[in-house]
């Protein structure tokens, strides 16, 4: 029976996590930190599935030890990492545009966040952390599909605070050998990434917005690409480098993708096919520090884990879509989901005005 820690445990990823760990047989034991900025208390009390409306409050929270705490707090990360196994490090403040915008809270968040976790978990003893790394590494560098060897450009405060958290990975497994391993995250998606700030995820954004009934807003061309990765395979791939021995994975960094380019144009254009919306998208200038394509090769994550992505770009969105629906219709309802849990923690004040 292993111990985990998940940081950013009430976030989109951090929670998803979270439900795979708990839905193992095993009785491991699963500990949650979050500081609830841009994380979510509900993405721990409600089910992720499609049409699951029902509100099980504290479902899941009754079943983890979850600590309300900044990765700043570096007495909190000691305590949080004491007797733990293994830890998901997926806490951070996301996004390039809100790097550009208020680079201090990401840096500090990111980089600074990160360094202390990793030295929390040294101090305690931790045997491996994986870590939720960035495709932004890559820039705008020539070379389709990106691998793990080419050498990182990146472009935006974000790119650069996510690189250097691997960095830092790869320091603690080369000097202290302790067993870390980056995952290389491309664009994940899918249900409870937050739709509605200004620093959104492209897709929970234009679905939000066209279930609104609101025209979403391409920034640039639209011919821009993305190498899109549901939710799921996320999960997976992180379940695998946990359990992969070390010789494989430690110091290592992997691309965690699906191998599929769509333009932002195509992506649209299949939101709206499966929302049934007849509008075409409106246009507007090029966000600053923005990578124009992004495509993996994730043969690397195959060969050391048997990562393979299971949900394809398309089933994805469906699923995704699928539940902003139902969210969207609790919203809409304010019946028995008045007690729905986001409005209501937003009405407690709960999630700090951090979006
Ligand atoms: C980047 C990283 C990704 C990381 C994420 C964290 C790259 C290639 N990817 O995602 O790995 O997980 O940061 O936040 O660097 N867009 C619009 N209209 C909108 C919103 C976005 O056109 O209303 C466009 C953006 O300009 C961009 C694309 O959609 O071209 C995707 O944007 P977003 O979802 O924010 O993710 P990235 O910045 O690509």
């Not at 699906?258 to 007849?278: D, K, M, P, S």
């Amino acid at each position: 029976m292993a111990v985990y820690l998940v940081t950013g445990a009430a976030g989109f990823i951090g929670s998803h996590l979270v439900d795979a760990l708990l839905e193992r047989a095993g009785g491991d034991t699963v500990r949650g930190l979050d500081n609830l900025c841009t994380g979510r208390l509900s993405n721990l009390s409600r089910l992720a599935s499609p049409g699951a409306g029902s509100v099980r409050a504290g479902s899941v929270l009754d079943r983890i030890d979850f600590r309300e705490a900044d990765l700043r707090d570096f007495d909190a990360l000691l305590s949080a990492c004491e007797g733990v196994d293994c830890v998901f490090h997926e806490g951070a403040l996301p996004s390039v545009p809100r790097s550009v915008k208020e680079p201090v809270p990401s840096h500090t968040s990111n980089i600074d966040g990160t360094f202390n976790l990793l030295e929390a978990a040294r101090q305690m003893g931790v045997k491996r952390v994986v870590y939720a790394a960035s495709s932004s590494a890559y820039g705008n560098q020539p070379g389709f599909p990106r691998v793990e060897t080419m050498a990182p450009q990146p472009l935006s405060p974000y790119a650069v605070q996510k690189l250097a958290g691997q960095y830092y990975m790869q320091a603690y497994a080369n000097v202290y050998g302790m067993e870390t391993v980056s995952l290389r995250y491309f664009n994940i998606f899918g249900p409870r990434q937050v739709p509605d700030s200004p620093y959104s995820g492209v897709m929970a954004k234009f679905i939000l917005q066209i279930l609104k009934g609101e025209r979403p807003t391409i920034q640039g061309d639209g011919e821009q690409g993305r190498d899109f990765t549901y939710i799921d395979n996320a999960v997976q791939a992180n379940l695998l480098a946990a359990a992969a021995p070390a010789e494989k994975v430690s110091g290592r960094v992997f691309n965690v993708a699906c191998g599929e380019r769509y333009t932002l144009n195509q992506t649209y254009a299949v939101i709206a096919r499966l929302l049934g919306y007849a509008e075409g998208p409106l246009y507007g200038p090029p966000r600053p520090g923005d990578v124009r394509d992004s495509l993996a090769d994730i043969s690397a994550a195959r060969e050391a884990f048997g990562y393979a992505p299971a949900v394809g770009f398309e089933e994805g969105l469906q699923r995704t879509i699928d539940w902003y629906k139902a969210e969207f219709r609790r919203s809409a309802a304010a019946d028995e989901d008045h007690l729905n849990m986001i409005e209501k923690e937003w009405r407690e004040g709960k999630y700090r005005g951090c979006s």
